[in-house]
């Protein structure tokens, strides 16, 4: 039996803003363990990385783990050596998995929908196999994803609404409401703000309707909660918190990002990552922690000695060496938040005098 995931983190209202924070519940030290999670609820390759990155654990291309970053600034794995220079989409017609166990990492397609692709066997079972909430729901999106890639239409859905509809299967393929559901409703949405979006606006109750409809359309007879029974209104509001609320997986940040000059390779997003529990971390501009992303599998640790009861914040955007101006621009434009973190308000204050000298 693996040990339990550890977890020195509890949800609690947080000071400075009206949701809530996670928080520690014992003394830590740099570098010790606060949260691990193995597995979280869903992690998918964006459309143009599905052929280059496994669909189970991320991994990409040939040369091993991916890099991940928590949505947009935190550094972190990076096992990754070298970034291929196109997507290298496998012959198609290798369906069959075959595990030589050396060499390069040979990703291979499910011969199902033909849409999705596997580092191994191991990863296609998992992908396959609903034990648990948290478990591979493929075997359920693989008849949709099917008839989409088909004439006339050959089409793959948007990575945003394969995430929503990951979801809408999990819900409908549980026995009893899941348990992480309530979580999720939990979680802010800025959908007011999200659906007055001059770019979004349109787009949003579109693709929520889409997942919406494809996730009835293929759910399992044993069901006792079907999507196709919610709301849209619910759907179309869980859409947009899975918006403002997802990590964005990428190839790794360049070696020493302070040394970084105009001709660095630019980091490439590689896909989409969802769990209620990792979306409770605030932002601050001085984070305590760091989110490392190991595939699929979830890693913090403090940046610092922390207290029993201190708040656990990560950086959504690059902190490091960026005005408080442009952090809090970037913030608002795609979190739609203020920060008022303690950092920003001293410098803003900083600026102020300045301003009145
Ligand atoms: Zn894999
Ligand atoms: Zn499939
Ligand atoms: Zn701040």
Not at 301 to 319: D, K, M, N, Q, W
Not at 337 to 349: S, W
Request: charged share 20%.
């Amino acid at each position: 039996m693996p040990p339990p995931p550890t977890n020195l983190l509890r949800p609690h209202s947080a000071p400075y803003t009206s949701g809530r924070g996670l928080f520690l519940t014992q003394k830590v030290q740099p570098g010790q363990l606060v949260l691990h999670v193995p597995s979280p609820l869903v992690a998918v390759p964006d459309d143009r990385h599905l052929g280059s990155c496994c669909s189970w654990c991320l991994k990409w291309d040939a040369q091993g783990a991916v890099g991940v970053e928590k949505k947009k600034g935190v550094k972190v794995q990076q096992v990754q050596q070298q970034q291929q220079e196109e997507e290298k989409y496998p012959d198609p017609g290798i369906e069959d998995i075959d595990d030589d166990g050396e060499g390069k990492m040979e990703l291979v397609r499910c011969s199902g929908c033909r849409v999705v692709w596997y580092c191994g066997k191991e990863c296609q079972k998992y992908d396959f196999t609903p034990r648990r909430s948290h478990s591979g729901i493929h075997k359920f999106e693989c008849p949709i994803y099917s008839t989409l890639n088909g004439p006339p239409h050959n089409r793959v859905l948007p990575t945003s609404v394969r995430v929503l509809m990951k979801l809408l299967l999990l819900y409908n393929n549980n026995k009893q409401p899941p348990s992480w559901w309530p979580s999720i409703l939990q979680l802010e949405s800025h959908a007011t703000k999200q659906l007055s979006h001059p770019q979004r606006s349109e787009m949003l109750p579109v693709m929520a309707a889409a997942a919406q409809h494809y996730s009835s359309s293929f759910s399992s007879t044993s069901t006792t909660s079907s999507s196709s029974e919610l709301p849209s209104e619910l759907i179309l509001s869980i859409y947009c918190r899975t918006l403002v609320n997802s990590f964005s997986i990428t190839t790794p940040l360049p070696a020493s990002t302070t040394t970084a000059t105009t001709t660095t390779t630019p980091v490439e997003i590689l896909g989409t990552l969802f769990d209620p529990l990792l979306s409770l971390f605030n932002h601050s501009c001085t984070p305590s922690c760091l989110l490392e992303f190991h595939g699929r599998e979830v890693l913090v640790y403090p940046l610092r000695e922390l207290i029993e009861g201190e708040e656990a914040t990560i950086a959504y955007v690059e902190v490091d060496g960026v005005g408080v101006g442009e952090r809090r621009r970037e913030l608002r434009e795609r979190w739609f938040f203020d920060c008022m973190c303690a950092r920003c308000k001293r410098e803003m204050e900083e600026g102020m005098k300045m301003g009145e000298v």
